[in-house]
């Protein structure tokens, strides 16, 4: 499955997709595939966002309950492009989610469209989020193991280029950017939620080095685990 793309037209424009042409007015909203090409007067006057397969599985169970089940021709779907209006300030909003999370705003964006079209949505929806893929479904399941990406590869029976091949078509990223993001935010939950020694919370959270965790803690979350967890007191 290709990446999905959230569009926010500022001025009218058009998309070239599938060999058709649709024409888009001012202030609208699209989720389109990444084949999709975007035009306007000038690049200022939209913005898009790419979701991988994997971060729209993320935020799926957050919807569900919006979600219409009887699914209709996923094929036609597929082929559509569906806009949805806008205001300057739900515009605002969307972009300011975005510098904070990419998963809230998708999360909120989904959860707007499914208001306006909720067959339409809930039907892409769940063209995008099938999580039944095993090579995840492992590594999820034993993210916490002091693993290195050689290790994973192995015990899935396959090169370390494939698999990054698949974190990259399913996620965006590499499989060792992807894992460590994970430990890192399992981390940061440890450690805010519980009093647990900083050395455990790295063990416990898959990193085999200390210095590591310290060193990737700090990278990512620009302080160390002990002034997180003297900001939470």
């Given at each position: 499955?290709?990446?999905?793309?959230?569009?926010?037209?500022?001025?009218?424009?058009?998309?070239?997709?599938?060999?058709?042409?649709?024409?888009?007015?001012?202030?609208?909203?699209?989720?389109?595939?990444?084949?999709?090409?975007?035009?306007?007067?000038?690049r200022?006057?939209?913005?898009?966002?790419?979701?991988?397969?994997?971060?729209?599985?993320?935020?799926?169970?957050?919807?569900?309950?919006?979600?219409?089940?009887?699914?209709?021709?996923?094929?036609?779907?597929?082929?559509?492009?569906?806009?949805?209006?806008?205001?300057?300030?739900?515009?605002?909003?969307?972009?300011?989610?975005?510098?904070?999370?990419?998963?809230?705003?998708?999360?909120?964006?989904?959860?707007?469209?499914l208001?306006?079209?909720?067959?339409?949505?809930?039907?892409?929806?769940?063209?995008?989020?099938d999580p039944?893929?095993?090579?995840?479904?492992?590594?999820?399941?034993?993210?916490?193991?002091?693993?290195s990406?050689?290790?994973?590869?192995?015990?899935?029976?396959?090169?370390?280029?494939?698999?990054?091949?698949?974190?990259?078509?399913?996620?965006?990223?590499s499989?060792?950017?992807?894992?460590?993001?994970?430990?890192?935010?399992?981390?940061?939950?440890?450690?805010?939620?519980?009093?647990?020694?900083?050395?455990?919370?790295?063990?416990?959270?898959?990193?085999?080095?200390?210095?590591?965790?310290?060193?990737a803690?700090?990278k990512?979350?620009?302080?160390?685990?002990?002034?997180?967890?003297?900001?939470?007191?």
């Amino acid at each position: 499955m290709k990446a999905l793309q959230v569009v926010l037209f500022n001025k009218q424009g058009h998309i070239d997709y599938q060999g058709q042409r649709t024409e888009v007015s001012a202030n609208q909203l699209v989720m389109v595939t990444e084949e999709a090409e975007i035009h306007a007067q000038s690049r200022n006057d939209w913005m898009s966002i790419f979701f991988y397969p994997g971060e729209i599985c993320e935020i799926y169970h957050l919807v569900t309950e919006l979600i219409d089940h009887n699914y209709v021709d996923i094929k036609a779907i597929s082929k559509s492009v569906k806009t949805v209006p806008i205001f300057d300030e739900l515009v605002n909003v969307i972009k300011q989610l975005h510098k904070v999370s990419k998963s809230v705003m998708l999360r909120f964006v989904f959860t707007y469209c499914l208001e306006i079209d909720k067959t339409y949505f809930s039907n892409l929806l769940n063209q995008y989020s099938d999580p039944n893929e095993k090579i995840f479904d492992f590594i999820n399941k034993h993210l916490y193991e002091q693993w290195s990406v050689t290790r994973y590869a192995e015990l899935l029976e396959m090169d370390v280029t494939k698999l990054n091949t698949a974190f990259y078509k399913y996620y965006g990223q590499s499989t060792k950017t992807w894992i460590t993001e994970q430990r890192l935010k399992f981390a940061k939950k440890s450690i805010l939620e519980t009093d647990r020694k900083i050395a455990d919370v790295a063990f416990d959270a898959g990193f085999s080095s200390h210095s590591h965790f310290i060193g990737a803690f700090k990278k990512r979350y620009h302080c160390s685990p002990s002034d997180l967890r003297v900001v939470r007191k």
